[in-house]
Protein backbone atom coordinates (compact mmCIF):
# COMPACT_ATOMS: atom_id res chain seq x y z
CA UNK A 1 0.00 0.00 0.00
CA UNK A 2 1.47 3.27 -0.92
CA UNK A 3 -0.27 6.79 0.56
CA UNK A 4 0.30 10.31 -1.00
CA UNK A 5 0.28 13.56 -0.20
CA UNK A 6 0.47 16.72 -2.01
CA UNK A 7 1.10 20.13 -0.83
CA UNK A 8 2.67 23.07 -2.04
CA UNK A 9 -0.23 24.57 -3.66
CA UNK A 10 -1.25 28.32 -3.23
CA UNK A 11 -1.92 31.93 -5.23
CA UNK A 12 0.92 32.81 -7.44
CA UNK A 13 0.58 35.37 -10.07
CA UNK A 14 1.35 34.83 -14.08
CA UNK A 15 4.83 33.98 -14.96
CA UNK A 16 5.30 33.29 -11.65
CA UNK A 17 6.61 30.08 -10.36
CA UNK A 18 5.48 27.38 -8.17
CA UNK A 19 7.05 23.74 -6.77
CA UNK A 20 4.25 21.24 -5.82
CA UNK A 21 5.79 18.33 -3.62
CA UNK A 22 4.10 14.46 -3.24
CA UNK A 23 5.19 12.95 -0.13
CA UNK A 24 4.99 8.67 -0.15
CA UNK A 25 4.41 6.43 2.54
CA UNK A 26 4.00 2.61 3.31
CA UNK A 27 5.69 0.83 0.36
CA UNK A 28 9.09 1.18 -1.58
CA UNK A 29 8.95 5.01 -3.48
CA UNK A 30 12.20 4.05 -5.21
CA UNK A 31 10.24 1.20 -7.63
CA UNK A 32 7.05 3.35 -8.28
CA UNK A 33 6.32 5.52 -11.36
CA UNK A 34 4.68 8.49 -10.61
CA UNK A 35 2.35 11.15 -12.32
CA UNK A 36 1.17 14.42 -11.97
CA UNK A 37 -2.51 15.47 -13.15
CA UNK A 38 -4.70 18.21 -12.54
CA UNK A 39 -8.26 19.51 -12.90
CA UNK A 40 -9.62 22.47 -13.61
CA UNK A 41 -13.33 23.82 -12.38
CA UNK A 42 -15.76 22.75 -15.34
CA UNK A 43 -13.03 20.37 -17.44
CA UNK A 44 -12.11 16.42 -17.07
CA UNK A 45 -8.60 15.89 -15.16
CA UNK A 46 -5.70 15.57 -17.68
CA UNK A 47 -2.40 14.57 -18.00
CA UNK A 48 0.88 16.75 -16.81
CA UNK A 49 3.54 14.63 -16.72
CA UNK A 50 5.08 11.49 -15.12
CA UNK A 51 8.77 10.12 -14.18
CA UNK A 52 9.63 6.51 -14.40
CA UNK A 53 10.76 4.81 -11.27
CA UNK A 54 14.66 5.38 -11.64
CA UNK A 55 14.28 9.41 -12.49
CA UNK A 56 15.86 9.07 -15.72
CA UNK A 57 12.73 9.43 -18.07
CA UNK A 58 10.44 11.91 -17.99
CA UNK A 59 7.43 12.74 -20.10
CA UNK A 60 5.12 16.09 -20.51
CA UNK A 61 2.01 17.21 -22.13
CA UNK A 62 2.22 19.12 -24.76
CA UNK A 63 0.43 22.19 -22.73
CA UNK A 64 3.28 22.47 -20.01
CA UNK A 65 6.33 21.04 -21.80
CA UNK A 66 9.33 23.75 -21.43
CA UNK A 67 7.35 24.99 -18.39
CA UNK A 68 7.29 22.59 -16.21
CA UNK A 69 10.13 19.52 -14.63
CA UNK A 70 9.20 17.14 -12.72
CA UNK A 71 11.88 15.22 -10.67
CA UNK A 72 12.36 12.97 -7.76
CA UNK A 73 14.58 12.48 -4.11
CA UNK A 74 14.06 8.79 -3.09
CA UNK A 75 15.92 9.44 -0.13
CA UNK A 76 12.97 11.66 0.63
CA UNK A 77 10.29 9.52 -0.63
CA UNK A 78 8.97 12.42 -2.46
CA UNK A 79 8.40 13.85 -6.18
CA UNK A 80 8.21 17.12 -7.28
CA UNK A 81 6.54 19.59 -10.17
CA UNK A 82 8.52 22.49 -10.61
CA UNK A 83 6.37 24.83 -12.20
CA UNK A 84 7.83 28.00 -14.19
CA UNK A 85 6.05 30.97 -15.84
CA UNK A 86 2.51 30.17 -15.34
CA UNK A 87 -0.04 31.11 -16.90
CA UNK A 88 -4.19 31.11 -15.99
CA UNK A 89 -5.04 28.13 -17.76
CA UNK A 90 -2.44 26.34 -15.52
CA UNK A 91 -4.67 26.96 -12.48
CA UNK A 92 -6.21 23.06 -10.72
CA UNK A 93 -6.32 21.07 -8.67
CA UNK A 94 -3.21 19.23 -8.86
CA UNK A 95 -2.84 15.55 -7.77
CA UNK A 96 -0.24 12.63 -7.87
CA UNK A 97 -0.34 9.49 -8.81
CA UNK A 98 2.28 6.19 -8.27
CA UNK A 99 1.84 2.65 -10.03
CA UNK A 100 4.58 0.04 -9.85
CA UNK A 101 4.58 -0.71 -13.26
CA UNK A 102 5.40 1.66 -16.22
CA UNK A 103 4.15 4.90 -16.14
CA UNK A 104 1.60 6.07 -18.03
CA UNK A 105 -0.78 9.16 -19.39
CA UNK A 106 -4.16 7.48 -18.27
CA UNK A 107 -5.37 8.51 -14.72
CA UNK A 108 -7.13 5.51 -14.19
CA UNK A 109 -4.09 3.10 -14.77
CA UNK A 110 -2.52 4.25 -11.55
CA UNK A 111 -3.06 2.55 -8.14
CA UNK A 112 -2.63 5.59 -5.71
CA UNK A 113 -3.37 8.98 -5.56
CA UNK A 114 -3.23 12.01 -3.35
CA UNK A 115 -5.94 14.00 -2.19
CA UNK A 116 -4.88 17.25 -4.54
CA UNK A 117 -3.66 20.62 -3.54
CA UNK A 118 -4.98 23.93 -5.52
CA UNK A 119 -3.13 26.12 -7.49
CA UNK A 120 -4.77 29.58 -8.82
CA UNK A 121 -2.63 31.47 -11.29
CA UNK A 122 -3.99 34.86 -11.18
CA UNK A 123 -3.78 37.20 -14.48
Known amino acids: QVQLVESGGGLVQAGGSLRLSCAASGRSFSSAAMGWFRQAPGKEREFVGYINFSGGTTYYADSVKGRFTISRDDAKNTMYLQMNSLKPEDTAVYYC????????????????WGQGTQVTVSS
Open 97 to 112: AARFRGPTTVWGSYDY
